[in-house]
């Protein structure tokens, strides 16, 4: 899974755009990931507990998605 951060571009950054505006936290989806895109991972990481350092990490993608952030196969659901 890949971590997006500032200055990073590609279809990955068009689909964690795309998450995070269906999640209600506009940003333009254009594959850049740029100051704005920043503050509304900063945001949508803020609305559901993660941690807010504006990097669309594992967690934070797997919670855009709605899947488990954990794969940890001792931890039962």
Do not use: C, N, W
């Not at 945001?43 to 507990?49: A, I, P, R």
């Not at 709605?66 to 659901?77: C, K, Q, R, S, Y």
Request: aromatic share 6%; net charge negative; glycine share 12%.
């Amino acid at each position: 899974m890949p971590v997006l951060s500032l200055g990073s571009k590609g279809p990955a950054v068009a689909e964690l755009q795309t998450l995070l505006t269906a999640a209600g936290f506009a940003v333009k989806v254009d594959s850049l990931f740029g100051p704005l895109t920043e503050a509304g991972v900063r945001s949508y990481q803020g609305e559901f507990g993660l941690r807010q350092d504006g990097i669309a990490g594992p967690k934070t993608l797997a919670s855009l998605r709605g899947e488990m952030a954990d794969t940890d196969p001792a931890i039962v659901v």
